[in-house]
T-cell receptor, first 111, second 115 residues
Framework: AQSVAQPEDQVNVAEGNPLTVKCTYSVSGNPYLFWYVQYPNRGLQFLLKYITGDNLVKGSYGFEAEFNKSQTSFHLKKPSALVSDSALYFCPAGSWGKLQFGAGTQVVVTP | ETGVTQSPTHLIKTRGQQVTLRCSSQSGHNTVSWYQQALGQGPQFIFQYYREEENGRGNFPPRFSGLQFPNYSSELNVNALELDDSALYLC??????????????FGPGTRLTVT
């Protein structure tokens, strides 16, 4: 069984400040972890994935995520947030197109 | 933008009716998954199709059914609509098993409202 938890419903950050969106997972076996972003009235856009290998994963639009096995976490980070990063972020677990999503975290970046 | 398209964009149906939603996968992708996203929630996995066969199903009743065609387009059919079926329905295509690590490319979704 696979599940994820995003402990924050919303994250507020000022433009130019670092952005972190938290995610913890519970999976049996090796975890396949992803980050997606959803803009209003749009589908989900793939940001990055962790399958195996380096714990620091670099993705699209300047985002990266750190896989921490001991803490079962996969937090998303961006060094300098933009107003255009305001959106809903999801960290599903799964593979081969069968993803288990949490409720997501709304990111609000203020000018 | 991904190469995944969905139709229609919006749809309003009455409780008890049947609905068909359509999806065209990204070129080269032969696996499609469908998700239901209720308002304020994350997407929930409905089922996946691979080479025209169902290849996994989430916790959805049999009145949710699907088809995948030889050109890898697909349909989601829902019979006997209920008010709780009101949601955004997303399809996502990906490479076949063993050909990728499973990242999916989502369409923009179909917003279904059941009254």
């Amino acid at each position: 069984a696979q599940s994820v938890a995003q402990p924050e419903d919303q994250v507020n950050v000022a433009e130019g400040n670092p952005l972190t969106v938290k995610c913890t997972y519970s999976v049996s076996g090796n975890p396949y972890l992803f980050w997606y972003v959803q803009y209003p009235n749009r589908g989900l856009q793939f940001l990055l994935k962790y399958i195996t290998g380096d714990n620091l994963v670099k993705g699209s639009y300047g985002f990266e995520a750190e896989f921490n096995k001991s803490q079962t976490s996969f937090h998303l980070k961006k060094p300098s947030a933009l107003v255009s990063d305001s959106a809903l972020y999801f960290c599903p677990a799964g593979s081969w197109g069968k993803l288990q999503f949490g409720a997501g975290t709304q990111v609000v970046v203020t000018p | 933008e991904t190469g995944v398209t969905q139709s229609p964009t919006h749809l309003i149906k009455t409780r008890g009716q049947q609905v068909t939603l359509r999806c065209s996968s990204q070129s080269g992708h032969n696996t499609v998954s469908w998700y239901q996203q209720a308002l304020g929630q994350g997407p929930q996995f409905i089922f996946q199709y691979y080479r025209e066969e169902e290849n996994g199903r989430g916790n959805f009743p049999p009145r949710f059914s699907g088809l995948q065609f030889p050109n890898y387009s697909s349909e989601l059919n829902v019979n006997a609509l209920e008010l709780d079926d009101s949601a955004l329905y997303l399809c996502a295509s990906s490479l076949a098993l063993g050909q990728g690590a499973g990242e999916q490319y989502f369409g923009p979704g179909t917003r279904l409202t059941v009254t």
